[in-house]
T-cell receptor, first 115, second 114 residues
Framework: DAGVIQSPRHEVTEMGQEVTLRCKPI?????LFWYRQTMMRGLELLIY????????DSGMPEDRFSAKMPNASFSTLKIQPSEPRDSAVYFC?????????????FGPGTRLTVL | KQEVTQIPAALSVPEGENLVLNCSFT??????LQWFRQDPGKGLTSLLL?????REQTSGRLNASLDKSSGRSTLYIAASQPGDSATYLC?????????????FGTGTRLTIIP
C-alpha cells in the first residue's frame, strides 16, 4: 500500500481565499483523522471520521473550517476564508479500527502558508 | 483536560551515547501511551506503544517505560546514531469513551552529532 496520501504538499495562498486540502487514507482503514501542527500549539486533532461519518469535530477551530468524507477513500479539509493564523502543517492519518492498540498512520502533511 | 509535556524541547548529544527523552502527562487515566518519530517534512511514524498495564516496551535500541501513577514515560535510546536525529513525540490515549483520540506532547528535537 502507498500509505496515506495528501495533496497538495505545499500551498501558498492569500488571505481570504478558499483552501482545500485532500487526503486518501490507507485502503481498509475505517478511521480518518485530521491534525494541525504549529510551533506554538504542537499537534492538535481537528476532527475524525469513522466509516465516513464525523465522530468528533470539537477540535475544529472555527466555522471557517469544514471537513467531509464522501467515501471511504477520500476526505477534504476546507478553510474558507483563510487567514494568516491558519498557516500550519496539516496532517491526515488513518487507522484500521479505533481500538486503543491500533496505530494511526500519518500522511506527509500539507504545509499551508496564508499571506 | 489532559496536558502532555516533553522536556527538553531540544537535545544534542554525540554519536554513540545513550540518552533519555522525557514525557509527562497530567491525567493518569490513560489507555496507553505511544512514542512517535517525526522527520523533517514528513509525517509521524509510530515507534512504541505501551499499554497502561505495562511497565515497558522494547524495540531494537529503543526502550520505553511507563509510570502511570506518576504521569511519566521515558524513551531510552541506546548507542545513538546520526540517523536517530529527528523530533520525538509522545501521545496518550484516554481510557474513556472516545479513546481513538490522541493527545500529543510538543516534542523533543534530537540531534546526534557525528
Amino acid at each position: 500500500d502507498a500509505g496515506v496520501i495528501q495533496s497538495p504538499r505545499h500551498e501558498v495562498t492569500e488571505m481570504g481565499q478558499e483552501v482545500t486540502l485532500r487526503c486518501k487514507p490507507i485502503s481498509g482503514h475505517d478511521y480518518l483523522f485530521w491534525y494541525r501542527q504549529t510551533m506554538m500549539r504542537g499537534l492538535e486533532l481537528l476532527i475524525y471520521f469513522n466509516n465516513n461519518v464525523p465522530i468528533d469535530d470539537s477540535g475544529m477551530p472555527e466555522d471557517r473550517f469544514s471537513a467531509k468524507m464522501p467515501n471511504a477513500s477520500f476526505s477534504t479539509l476546507k478553510i474558507q476564508p483563510s487567514e494568516p493564523r491558519d498557516s500550519a502543517v496539516y496532517f491526515c492519518a488513518s487507522s484500521r479500527t479505533g481500538q486503543g492498540t491500533d496505530t494511526q498512520y500519518f500522511g506527509p502533511g500539507t504545509r499551508l502558508t496564508v499571506l | 483536560k489532559q496536558e502532555v509535556t516533553q522536556i527538553p524541547a531540544a537535545l544534542s548529544v554525540p554519536e554513540g551515547e545513550n540518552l533519555v527523552l522525557n514525557c509527562s502527562f497530567t491525567d493518569s487515566a490513560i489507555y496507553n501511551l505511544q512514542w512517535f518519530r517525526q522527520d523533517p517534512g514528513k509525517g509521524l511514524t509510530s515507534l512504541l506503544l505501551i499499554q497502561s498495564s505495562q511497565r515497558e516496551q522494547t524495540s531494537g535500541r529503543l526502550n520505553a517505560s511507563l509510570d502511570k501513577s506518576s504521569g511519566r514515560s521515558t524513551l531510552y535510546i541506546a548507542a545513538s546514531q546520526p540517523g536517530d536525529s529527528a523530533t520525538y513525540l509522545c501521545a496518550v490515549r484516554p481510557i474513556n469513551f472516545g479513546n481513538e483520540k490522541l493527545t500529543f506532547g510538543t516534542g523533543t528535537r534530537l540531534t546526534i552529532i557525528p
